[in-house]
């Protein structure tokens, strides 16, 4: 591959590899950022500092955080091979975030399922260096289950298990067991979250597909098979959906070479209808494009969509590339393994500059990328250079300015264009100018996958 789906790895790791939040390491490539949420968990008598905020915000959201850790591990998985030295860097921050999952999940029967009062935080607009907002943990149990949260991050723990199994197989075998007594614990006692754990929750991260997803999240471990086989019909949601709340494109084709010779598989049926949905040429599209060739779905931060979607079209091309078959998507159109990664491509191209405002939407890559993006850490001055408290309201200055960000966010990728292929550059459009954790951990894949010339 060539341009722009050519551009390297280290831009990208910088956010994955440069921990978020807690004491940072001498590695910390993130220079501008510092020790922040050091006491975290104090207020139930737990150590829970470390983890990742989850975007522009000083909130650990323990939903989405979770899928990022589970999708970070899967690229690792299908595409470390192309990550060369940049394959160290994925791994020190996927362990970042399972070292922080076990401490979430470290006494029995309960699950911290969040950190941080949401509200509390959204009407500030300061350094997380600087935090003075309610650090409160919240938490699910016997009684105020959290199906969801706690079978999310059991599926992290056990895709992360099998990323280190023959790098630290001590462990890997602590984070397999560890994801089977949450997992346990989640199919145990089934509710969601959402009434759980209240505002804290919802409405930022409520669970709008059904607890049930996830229980079929256990990467391909063969104990799990029989109530993947048994749940897959119950899932809520779409069959086309892949994201931190709705996984049913993601299980089918994560099976799918299970069952790739087994015909009228719901898995593979279900897969074949999810790539017919992308293609532009496919009588049964249910996305739209911008004018400039942007994959869409509704609702906001879009971008999220388009890199898990073409994460998924990558991997199911390797798949059907494996199995010498290809999709038949009505009439004459057929989606060959080479038609999906063709696709993939135009998504990656259009994100890193090929589209009609030449803009990068990855910060600093290429030559025009987003200045004033959403993000309280990269607009305000690093505590290198302003060493003083910067208080709640104080910030708000560097939040209206028209200035750029003072701190670049390498690699971060925000929510992008409209479907107009337009984008204002302001950091009071959150859903447009905000770069979340879950728009980078598949493009991580993605991108090793065309750095590797596959």
């Known amino acids: 591959m060539g341009g722009k789906s050519m551009m390297n790895m280290a831009a990208l790791m910088v956010l994955l590899g440069g921990r978020d939040l807690g004491k940072l390491p001498a590695n910390q490539r993130m220079n501008w950022r510092k020790d922040s949420a050091l006491r975290d968990g104090s ?34 998985l299908e595409f470390g091979e192309s990550m060369g030295a940049d394959l160290e860097h994925a791994l020190e921050a996927l362990r970042w975030g399972t070292d922080y999952f076990l401490k979430a999940t470290s006494k029995p029967g309960m699950v911290v399922a969040q950190v941080g009062d949401p509200i509390s935080d959204h ?43 023959n790098k630290d ?29 209240g505002r804290g929750a919802c409405p930022f991260y409520c669970d709008f597909n059904g607890y049930h997803h996830g229980y079929t999240r256990q990467l391909r471990d063969p104990k799990f098979w029989v109530y993947v086989v048994k749940n897959i019909a119950t899932l809520g949601g779409s069959i086309f959906d892949f994201g931190w709340d709705s996984k049913h494109s993601g299980i089918n084709i994560l099976v799918s070479p ?24 496919s ?12 994959m869409f779905k509704p609702g906001g931060s879009n971008l999220q969509h388009a890199t898990t979607l073409s994460f998924l079209l990558i991997v199911y091309s390797r798949y059907l590339q ?28 259009y994100i890193l500059g090929s589209n009609p405002l030449g803009m990068s939407y990855m ?9 004033r993006i959403h993000h309280r850490g990269s607009s305000l001055p690093s505590t290198n250079i302003v060493h003083k408290h910067i208080g709640c309201h104080d910030g708000n200055g560097y939040l209206t300015t028209n200035k750029p960000n ?30 979340t954790t879950y728009l980078n951990a598949p493009f991580v894949g993605v991108l090793a996958y065309f750095k590797g010339g596959k």
């Open 363 to 371: 910060v600093g890559y290429g030559p025009k990328f987003p200045q």
């Open 283 to 294: 009588p049964t599209k249910s996305v739209t494009y911008s004018p400039g060739g942007l």
């Open 169 to 197: 197989r001590k462990y890997s075998m602590v984070l397999r067991l560890r994801a089977a007594q949450v997992f346990e614990f989640a199919n145990n006692y089934q509710g969601s979250y959402n009434a759980s754990i």
């Open 123 to 165: 009407i500030c607009w300061e350094r997380p260096e600087d935090m003075d907002t309610l650090r409160t943990t919240y938490v699910v149990n016997q009684t105020h289950p959290g199906s969801e949260v706690s079978a999310e991050i059991a599926a992290a723990l056990a895709a992360s298990s099998i990323v280190f199994i």
């Open 43 to 76: 207020d139930i008598g737990m150590n829970m500092v470390g983890g990742y905020y989850d975007a522009g915000d000083n909130v650990k959201f323990h939903f989405p955080m979770a899928f990022t850790t589970t999708l970070l591990a899967w690229s690792i």
């Open 322 to 349: 494996a199995a010498r078959r290809s999709v038949h998507c009505g009439g004459s159109v057929v989606a060959t393994p080479s038609r999906l990664i063709e696709v993939a491509k135009t998504q990656v191209d």
């Open 258 to 281: 299970t069952v790739m010779k087994s015909p009228g598989s719901i898995f593979i049926t279900n897969a074949d209808k999810f790539v017919c949905s992308l293609l532009p040429e």
């Open 406 to 435: 003072q701190n670049v966010l390498v690699g971060a990728i925000v929510g992008g264009p409209d479907n107009n292929d337009q984008f204002p550059d302001t950091r009071l459009n959150a859903s447009q100018s905000e770069p």
